[in-house]
């Protein structure tokens, strides 16, 4: 049923053998589908192509935590409370240098970033404001911001993986026979909350909150 092409960890479809690795480019815009042991050397090229000591920024999203997003959709009543907006925490670490965010990348911070199903996270250059991310179910998608595309386009030329003219996404897979299913990831006993905690450390912040 399933080709070659793998998903992260915290990640599943039924039936997703529709999906190949290719990318393609629209008004400013790259949005590709990345096998998941190409995640890393995406990232790793796309860093390498920064200058040394170019200041860069790693932005993370996640899911407000349950107490967090309850006191922004407070219950109207006591009981059958549902929510209905869900929000997102947008963090940043900003200024640090290639050669750290690789190390990043190699470790631990890398190993969740990537894998769990419901982190948004990525990579941007404070001089140059070019910008790459992941995004749910494999999707890598980078802004050009008025950058030349192949700045983008000729890191995933050399790595192998085809331009199309449109993108089959998993997006457009799903249905109520073939859902998606996205999950926490867990690493050495941490997982995303913990390490945005320890990155705090560094100079990790809050930027906002915003709805999904």
Not at 13 to 34: H, M, P
Not at 69 to 97: A, M, Q
Not at 182 to 196: N, W
Not at 197 to 208: D, F, I, W
Request: charged share 25%; net charge negative.
């Amino acid at each position: 049923m399933n080709n070659t092409f793998q998903l992260i960890e915290g990640a599943s479809i039924s039936n997703f053998s529709e999906l190949r690795e290719a990318y393609q480019v629209s008004d400013g815009r790259l949005d590709s589908n990345v096998s998941a042991e190409n995640i890393p050397r995406v990232f790793e090229a796309f860093l390498g192509q920064m200058k040394e000591d170019e200041p860069l920024y790693l932005f993370i999203e996640v899911p407000c935590r349950e107490d967090d997003e309850l006191k922004l959709n407070p219950p109207l009543s006591t009981s059958n409370h549902t929510i209905e907006k869900y929000h997102r925490d947008v963090y940043y670490l900003d200024g640090y240098d290639r050669e750290t965010m690789l190390m990043f990348l190699d470790s631990g911070v890398g190993e969740i970033l990537i894998n769990d199903g419901f982190v948004y996270f990525g990579f941007g250059s404070l001089d140059s404001h070019i910008e790459l991310g992941k995004y749910q179910y494999n999707m890598l998608t980078g802004y050009l911001n008025g950058q030349p595309e192949q700045c983008l386009s000729d890191l995933f030329d050399k790595l192998g993986i085809p331009r199309v003219s449109k993108l089959i996404t998993a997006w457009q897979l799903f249905s109520n026979d073939n859902p998606g299913i996205c999950r926490k990831y867990e690493f050495e006993g941490k997982d995303i909350y913990t390490l945005i905690e320890q990155m705090k450390e560094l100079g990790m912040y809050k930027a906002e909150t915003r709805e999904e």
